[in-house]
């Protein structure tokens, strides 16, 4: 299909957004991305401790323009993105001190293409916090104290929501989201839908409720921003149907509250979570009966893909899978035909090698560059996320000019004791006297705790803690008899620098670590 078929097909009243939709529909707008996705809404809402406004005239405006975008082909696409980064560099360069500085001796902004730019990364920026941040009213330190109490999850510090990652791919970074952000995602997930995607968010919404299974121990995307909905507007909320459900409770507790809500029409989770719902599928033990699973987060192969079809015959939507991190939430959007895009006017996607050099289409990248073009608060330019990914070599059957792309390298890593799998979600590994936790699976039955001390006077309360926490957590799920012992070797990294924080048993059946 071409380009211009595709313009024609997606017209405001046919396929792009209907007629009409309520405002039930436009919050699940965001639901259908991922586990890393969130919800904010213009309507009335109750007082929250901090006023982060939410403008729909500005969200529709980023509507409008990405589908401006869209219908003008490549060439469009390519003039934006250059347009928006050129923006982006020149805020950058005169907000942001650490910018300011790296910049110093480039071209002017109005002339800067992207291969002039440096590679950034996240302890280079993480380092420099209070410099790398377009605003001076939020210093690290702030951050980090508003962090320190989960009971600020999901609630914003001043005009800003504050998250962070999981760390997975090293330490946690501090991710700093403003409105106009909140409003680029709405908006531009808005423009990229197709007739496809309209039908399904009416049909599973008069099937039933939405359940969103992911970590509820921290200050990450998936909870913080599920709880900043139920702030914002809990009535609705409640008429959306959304139910959550922490990743990290024990697995019989979790599947007793699944079968325990009635109507689940759809489930948005990890893949590495969806692979223990099949499981307990299998085994009898979970009796839900979904239409539609969404996954984002971590790669989800094509045999986990084949295993739940086969588990769940009820699932008449089957699986979404979407690609996005806490620095990029819109990253990228899953078109009808069930490839993932980049949304080129706003984010830019770099598959690279090893030296940090574009590697042709076809070819999996080393790692890949994140520049987001839509945060002018926190400015992520050429930023090493660390991903492995492939760029179709051909357009995508749906006609869309966004190029199209696989992600390998976002599996999690699954633990195996005897017949029960636990996702690595479960575990609790953070402490404050730790830079990074890591617990290494040596054997069937063996474990051993690996850390890098922030204290190292505190190493004997890092070690007896964060072991009583994992013992406790095979407790839960009915394993006996697991040795888990302190270690002094040092922390282990992927070949790509990405570092995990649960190792399995090396030659387990786990897939491949990125």
Not at 116 to 123: E, G, I, N, S
Not at 264 to 270: C, D, L, M, P
Request: net charge neutral; proline share 5%.
């Amino acid at each position: 299909m071409t380009p211009g078929a595709w313009c024609a097909r997606r017209s405001l009243t046919d396929s792009g957004v209907p007629a009409r939709f309520d405002k039930g529909e436009f919050a699940l707008i965001s639901m259908v991305s991922s586990p890393t996705n969130g919800y904010f809404y213009d309507g009335q809402r109750t007082a929250s401790p901090a006023d982060m406004r939410f403008s729909l005239i500005r969200a529709l405006g980023y509507f409008v323009g990405g589908l401006w975008t869209g219908w003008g082909g490549r060439k469009r696409v390519e003039a934006s993105q250059l347009r928006n980064l050129r923006r982006l560099v020149e805020k950058a360069r005169r907000d942001s001190p650490l910018f300011r500085r790296l910049y110093a001796d480039l071209r002017p902004s109005s002339e800067i293409e992207l291969c002039d730019l440096p590679v950034t990364r996240k302890p280079d920026l993480m380092a420099e916090f209070n410099d790398w941040l377009t605003i001076r009213s939020l210093p690290l330190e702030r951050a980090r104290e508003h962090l320190r109490d989960i009971e600020n999850a999901g609630v914003p510090i001043d005009d800003v929501a504050i998250f962070q990652t999981s760390g997975t791919s090293g330490e946690p970074a501090v991710i700093v989201l403003s409105s106009s952000f909140v409003e680029y995602y709405y908006g531009i997930m808005m423009a990229r839908f197709e007739r496809y995607h309209w039908r399904l968010i009416r049909d599973v919404r008069k099937l039933g409720v939405r359940v969103t299974i992911t970590g509820g121990n921290g200050h990450f995307a998936g909870n913080g921003f599920n709880k900043l909905m139920q702030r914002l507007n809990p009535a609705l909320a409640s008429g959306l149907g959304l139910t959550f459900i922490e990743a990290e409770q024990p697995i019989n507790r979790l599947v007793d509250r699944l079968n325990a809500i009635p109507n689940i029409a759809w489930i948005v989770t990890y893949p590495s979570m969806l692979n223990i719902l099949v499981r307990e599928k299998e085994a009898g033990r979970l009796r839900i009966e979904p239409a539609l699973f969404s996954t984002g987060g971590e790669t989800l192969t094509d045999d986990l893909r084949a295993r739940v079809v086969r588990a769940f015959p009820s699932l008449k939507y089957g699986i979404a899978d979407f690609y996005g991190c806490t620095e990029c939430l819109a990253l990228a959007f899953t078109c009808s035909h069930g490839r993932k895009h980049v949304n080129e006017d706003w984010v830019i996607l770099e598959a690279v090698d090893e030296a940090m050099r574009p590697v042709p289409d076809g070819t999996l990248s080393a790692t890949v560059l994140l520049t987001v073009l839509a945060n002018e608060v926190q400015p992520f330019i050429r930023y090493d996320l660390g991903d492995c990914v492939r760029f179709y070599q051909d357009s995508c059957p749906c006609g869309s000019p966004f190029r199209s792309f696989q992600v390998e390298g976002r599996q999690a890593t699954l633990i195996r004791v005897g017949e029960v799998t636990l996702s690595p979600l479960i575990f609790d590994l953070e402490h404050e006297h730790a830079q990074r936790v890591q617990l290494v699976q040596t054997g069937e039955r063996d474990f051993e705790v690996r850390a890098q001390l922030a204290n190292e006077a505190a190493a004997g309360l890092v070690f007896e803690e964060v072991i009583a926490s994992v013992k406790r957590v095979f407790r839960d799920n009915g394993l006996e008899h697991v040795a888990v012992r302190e270690s002094q070797k040092a922390l282990e990294f992927t070949a790509s620098g990405k570092f995990h924080e649960v190792l399995p048993l090396r030659g387990a059946d786990t897939g491949k670590m990125a």
